[in-house]
């Protein structure tokens, strides 16, 4: 069973990695509380409040996760800029899907951005979609030996 926290570790890993090229290879997740003090720049993942787990069929668990991710750049002159700048970078990282635990696939649906550069911060939000095979344990004992009456009598 895939957890939060997996997705967490799955979203920091495709997001360092893909950074690891560029001039943000040194900003680093963070899990302060955002609302104390934090050290810039640096990035925050946050689970938002609309998550649906359902059952799709009798084998399959659906799920859709709508997750934040916020990106607090340094405190200086050229906010704008960096936020638009990593905004681009992380639009290009978050297009397609996100493999969580290695063999696990999340479907990225849609990632909306809201940048508020007085602040100095940028909300990724990022709707996640995923069926998962639900293991069903069978507690019943096999039929090992069926006997069938050879004749069948009908009532006509």
């Known amino acids: 069973m895939i957890t939060v926290k997996d997705i967490n570790k799955a979203f920091v890993k495709k997001i360092t990695d893909a950074l690891k090229e560029t001039e943000y290879k040194d900003v680093k997740f963070t899990s302060k509380d955002i609302t104390e003090q934090i050290s810039r720049p ?3 993942f946050d689970l938002g409040t609309t998550n649906t787990v359902g ?4 084998k399959l668990k659906e799920r859709q996760l709508e997750c934040y991710i916020y990106y607090f750049c340094k405190d200086n002159k050229e906010r704008k800029i960096d ?8 639009e290009e ?3 397609g899907d996100l493999i969580v635990d290695g063999s696990f696939l999340f479907e990225i649906e849609e ?3 809201d940048y508020r550069h007085k602040d100095g911060y940028l909300q990724a939000t990022v ?4 069926l998962e095979e ?3 344990i069978d ?5 090992e030996n069926l006997i069938m009456k050879e004749e069948i009598e009908y009532d006509t």
């Not at 059952?55 to 009798?58: F, G, H």
């Open 42 to 44: 640096c990035f925050y």
């Open 55 to 58: 059952k799709a069929t009798w």
């Open 83 to 90: 936020l638009l700048t990593m905004q681009g970078l992380l």
């Open 93 to 95: 990282i978050l297009v």
């Open 111 to 113: 990632t909306s951005f």
């Open 127 to 130: 709707e996640l979609y995923s």
């Open 134 to 136: 639900i293991e069903i």
């Open 139 to 143: 507690t019943h004992e096999p039929i």
